[in-house]
């Protein structure tokens, strides 16, 4: 059982009155002292990079002392730390949530400006930290933001690559892909830890011991120090500072002196360019498994140097192993980190000396897994002779975890033979396959979903048989939840503003609950024109971002109609940019006075294509030649204008989220897990235009139907679809043929490129169903252009939604895993020193 910290305070060191304090003097001293100390400038001779630089390293020092105390304090009341392991942390900029956090914006707006420096120009110097590719990579930044604020003792784990995702530009209308050199300036916000260091070994071969049955010596010559870089989460009007741990590849041990100075320079640097590459690159992949040799190796770093950690940081607490799950909970962020499991095993099996059965019971225990999706070509799955040649010991125990697993479903389930082919962990294909998400599952105690409809989804396909066998109390769901710090007081400061107002205070930044309030609101006349204003301004900033980033001027008098995520068919950014295609053609064929009539809009793409994902490319291609088109025509000016807003970023999403009028979420029922941006949207006062999938379903049944536009076939429905649509030819409606005809008479570039997309409909039996939903995709455009023309009730839809989105707090998320999995309990750091 985990401890409640019960003790007096006066026990633990007090740090109050060390604390650095916070009055204007000081700050404005240390940010001075860093411009010269750190960066050998005057405050005369800055840079608005230098400003922020200085001014992140002094509330770095603020945010660290903290740090240390946080950990202090877990470590001696004993408290069970929370392990989030994930290949991603898409973490974005730090600077202006770390002063809000520390609630010292105003001091440091002030200092700046006393040394002739805007705060928002500092804020904009930062960089993203862009450790992930889309929502499952944020849903774990999220997530250790609010272990943070709930005051969880909780870490997440990663890799600190050296080039994140990829910067997108868009040339002649098409992606290309450039390194994200993030690191070129200073980080402030991580701390290199040289003597938190690792040795991860590769390749070699397997010593058996003649006394003991599972124990192995692995030797091998291939062996790279994993070293710890510590980045600190702010939590938000609390003591507790977060960490993230990621881990880079060390390799100034790996120079060859000998070879050097033989004259073979290459080769005495062939090492460490060996090493580095290992945690130089995140793959670019959303949704998808690329099965490369590099990335198994990466994961296996990442794996091993994560539970050395976790075992070093455990045995300091001199208890026995058998209380590591007393102590310790491990959540896996999808399978990229299920490689974890076999190592605690071979941990506890060859260097702790443990029994199968100790070793497995201990494991089990302290693992859980999340599953994030059901698109086959996500799954991941490594060749077992891959496996077997990187990882000869992991080999062998996967193997062994298999093996007992299915003489447990034999003694269960005698003589089903299709039974335990189905539900093995070795696929029988040639070659044979680890299947991560069986072996995740068999590892772990609990395993979850990020939706409800998810959730039942995966227990009636991928773990259909798990359920027979395990029961069905082992697969749960635990619905995505975003941070309300970074949605919605950060990047929508207007809104957060007024909400605060109804509130009384700015509680409701670590209790979303309290927003229920604001439904009060809804006949209040005066409030609800100060809710559309605050709109409107937040339009009016992205209008800005648009035209510095784009060149394309648009009115924030239009409708804003927005979607913006990674391009994937399943997705279907295609359908959206074929209905723009259709709104074009009827708009041409209007009398001039008939267009006036019409509701201005704007549709505004923003996403990333997976570098090697060709029709998404060719999406991109074709939403920017109808852009062309259409915002070069001069009978239509205002009425429509089409943007492609390049590389979407979490800094991007915090201008465009908090503008939208309407946001698509648009995917094939039963396709999208959950969706996270959906709630960033609505939680901003954004209405929602959507299928019934993923997160769409729980966000209607919170805030009413009435308040989402829904269309589209249902998840039940798919299956059906898609089978006739195998045999028979797609039957586009007038509306859709109407935008392939468009596009085929070349009204937007050589028909040529884009033909591969509509063939996609036409001829690849349509997979998500465009022709399908398309009829009443264009039906809900037309519902809510009639909504928005009504401005009062369209207000009041704005303001109901996000009264009742308290539920889609990642606050609320944490609380359920720390509840229901982890089995931990917040643990507010004494000694307060706010
Ligand atoms: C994803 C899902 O596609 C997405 O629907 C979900 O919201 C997030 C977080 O749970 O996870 N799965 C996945 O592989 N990526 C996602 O964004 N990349």
Redo the contacts with the bound molecule.
């Keep these: 059982q985990p401890k409640t910290p019960s003790k007096e305070d006066g026990e633990f060191r007090d740090y109050s009155h060390s604390e650095i304090a916070r009055d204007a003097a000081t700050i404005k001293n240390s940010v001075v002292m860093h411009l010269a100390a750190t960066f050998l400038r005057t405050p005369s001779n800055i840079d608005s990079a230098h400003a922020y630089l200085a001014s992140a390293f002094s509330v770095r020092d603020r945010l660290l002392q903290r740090w240390n105390l946080t950990n202090e304090y877990h470590d001696k009341i004993g408290a069970k730390r929370v392990y989030y392991m994930s290949l991603e942390f898409l973490i974005g900029r730090t600077f202006d949530n770390a002063l809000l956090a520390l609630q010292l914006r105003d001091e440091y707006a002030n200092v700046l400006g006393d040394v002739g420096f805007r705060l928002e120009d500092a804020i904009d110097e930062e960089r993203d930290a862009a450790l992930g590719?889309?929502?499952?990579?944020r849903?774990a930044a999220c997530y250790v933001d609010s272990m943070a604020c709930s005051n969880y003792p909780g870490w997440g784990y990663g890799l600190r690559y050296k080039y994140g995702m990829f910067q997108q530009q868009i040339i002649n209308g098409y992606q290309v892909e450039a390194p994200d050199c993030w690191l070129d300036s200073p980080n402030p916000w991580e701390l290199p830890r040289p003597d938190i260091a690792y040795p991860v070994k590769f390749y070699g071969h397997l010593v058996r011991d003649p006394e003991h049955e599972h124990r192995y010596k692995w030797e091998s010559d291939v062996v790279y120090d994993a070293m710890a870089f510590d980045v600190p989460v702010p939590g938000y009007g609390t003591n507790n500072v977060g960490n993230i741990r990621l881990w880079s590849c060390k390799t100034n041990t790996l120079f060859d002196l000998n070879k050097f100075n033989a004259g073979d320079y290459q080769g005495a640097t062939g090492g460490q360019v060996a090493a580095q590459i290992l945690t130089d690159v995140l793959y670019p992949n959303?949704?998808t498994n690329e099965g490369k040799e590099l990335r198994l190796r990466q994961e296996y770093l990442f794996c091993s140097a994560t539970m050395q950690d976790i075992l070093a940081r455990f045995k300091k607490s001199g208890k026995p192993l058998s209380e590591l799950p007393d102590m310790a909970a491990i959540q896996l962020n999808?399978t990229h980190p299920t490689l974890g499991i076999p190592e605690m095993m071979r941990l506890l099996l060859d260097e702790e000396g443990l029994k199968w059965d100790e070793a497995w019971d201990i494991t089990t225990r302290t693992f859980a897994f999340?599953n994030?999706?059901v698109l086959p070509e996500?799954m991941e799955k490594w060749p077992v002779p891959m496996l077997d040649k990187i990882l000869p010991r992991h080999m062998g125990i996967i193997y062994d975890i298999n093996l007992y697993f299915l003489q447990s479903v034999e003694k269960k389930f005698p003589g089903d033979r299709e039974l335990l082919r189905s539900i093995s962990v070795i696929e029988e294909s040639n070659p044979q396959q680890v299947r991560m998400a069986y072996l995740a599952c068999v590892g772990s105690h609990k395993v979850n979903g990020?939706a409800a409809i998810h959730s039942d989804i995966i227990k009636q396909t991928i773990f259909k048989d798990f359920v027979r066998v395990q029961g069905a109390d082992k697969f749960i769901n635990k619905t995505?939840g975003v941070s309300p710090r970074r949605w919605v007081n950060e990047c929508n400061p207007d809104m957060s503003e007024l909400i605060t107002e109804v509130v009384g205070d700015r509680s409701w930044v670590n209790d979303l609950s309290k927003i229920k309030v604001l439904e009060e609101k809804v006949d209040d006349k005066d409030f609800c024109k100060r809710w559309w204003d605050a709109k409107q301004k937040n339009k009016g900033r992205l209008a800005e971002y648009i035209l510095s980033t784009t060149g394309i001027k648009v009115s924030p008098n239009a409708l804003f109609d927005v979607q913006v995520k990674?391009i994937h068919e399943y997705k279907r950014q295609l359908m959206n940019i074929l209905g723009v295609v259709y709104r074009y053609h009827r708009l041409k064929q209007m009398t001039q006075e008939e267009r006036d009539k019409e509701l201005h809009r704007v549709v505004i793409f923003a996403g990333k294509a997976a570098a090697g994902y060709w029709v998404a490319k060719q999406v991109i291609k074709l939403i920017n030649s109808v852009a062309e088109v259409v915002n070069s025509d001069e009978e239509i000016g205002d009425v429509l204008k089409v943007v492609f807003i390049p590389d979407y970023s979490v800094t991007a999403a915090e201008y465009i989220i908090p503008a939208s009028d309407i946001s698509q979420h648009i995917s094939t029922a039963g396709t999208?897990?959950?969706?996270?941006s959906n709630m960033k949207f609505v939680l901003n006062g954004g209405i929602i235009l959507g299928t019934v999938d993923?997160?769409n379903i729980e966000i209607g049944e919170e805030i009413g139907e009435e308040q989402i536009f829904f269309f589209g076939c249902l998840a039940h429905e798919v299956e059906d679809f898609r089978h006739y649509l195998r045999f028979h030819q797609p039957k586009p409606d007038t509306a859709l043929q109407t935008a392939f005809d468009m596009i085929q008479r070349n009204t937007f570039g050589d028909a040529h490129i884009f033909q591969p997309l509509i063939d996609a409909v036409m001829r690849g039996g349509d997979v998500y169903l465009l022709s399908v939903d398309f009829p009443s995709y264009i039906e809900a455009h037309k519902a809510v252009e009639a909504a928005y023309r009504q401005r009062d009730e369209w207000v009041t839809k704005s303001i109901l939604s996000v009264s009742r989105m308290a539920k889609f707090s990642s606050d609320r998320a944490i609380q359920e895993y720390a509840e229901e999995i982890w089995n931990a309990e917040p643990v507010p750091v004494r000694g307060s020193i706010i």
């Design positions: 590719n889309g929502g499952l990579g849903l959303d949704n999808d999340t994030h999706t996500a990020v995505n990674r999208e897990a959950s969706g996270t993923g997160a």
